[in-house]
């Protein structure tokens, strides 16, 4: 062989292993691109997912307040129509026993007196059921309210008595009844 093809061999084998070699490198710096590609895809679905996640969770827990509020304000709405019918009857009965005893006391004397007495007596015990039912419901300013509106219907007790209890009651209930101020969020 000549030095000519000794040179061409060399070069040809240059030229294989040049290319071999840059195939691989080039491969190597393909495959390190691709693992940063990749990389950096799923820190970006990361991402997503955890916002996705936040997201729902603000709409759960803003969900779960609006049914919270909903849920108290209906138990509200029904204990003061509770507490209203309690209210009612109890002002119901110690009205018509107040009649009753007003109508005994300006028959003083008469031949319906004793009739008027047992009338009045017979509405006392409707008062004290009443009054019961006022006593759990409350609250108790109400209580304590309705309590003095009974006792103020005694025999022994003035009749003009009558008339600031049941006004201090209608307060008591009133208020009772009023809607709470509105929560600020």
Do not use: C, K
């Not at 030095?3 to 061999?9: E, K, P, Q, S, Y």
């Not at 691109?33 to 803003?62: E, I, L, P, S, T």
Request: hydrophobic share 50%; no cysteine; glycine share 8%.
């Amino acid at each position: 062989m000549g030095d000519g093809t000794i040179t061409a061999w060399i070069a040809a084998g240059a030229a294989i292993a040049g290319a071999v070699s840059g195939g691989v490198v080039t491969g190597w710096f393909a495959l390190a691109g691709a693992r940063r590609q990749a990389d950096a895809a799923w820190a970006a679905g990361q991402r997503q997912a955890d916002a996705a996640w936040d997201a729902g969770r603000r709409q759960a827990d803003a969900q779960l307040r609006v049914a919270t509020q909903t849920l108290d304000a209906q138990v509200t709405a029904a204990q003061r129509t509770v507490r209203r019918a309690a209210y009612v009857t109890f002002l119901a009965g110690t009205d018509l026993a107040h009649q009753r005893r007003q109508q005994w006391l300006d028959s003083a004397g008469s031949a319906r007196a004793g009739a008027n007495r047992d009338a009045y007596r017979a509405a006392l015990p409707a008062v004290r059921e009443a009054l019961n039912v006022v006593r759990l419901e409350g609250p108790a300013d109400v209580t304590a309210a309705a309590e003095a509106l009974e006792q103020a219907l005694a025999e022994a007790v003035p009749p003009d008595r009558h008339g600031p209890a049941h006004r201090a009651f209608l307060d008591a209930a009133r208020t009772a009844l009023s809607p709470p101020p509105p929560v600020a969020p």
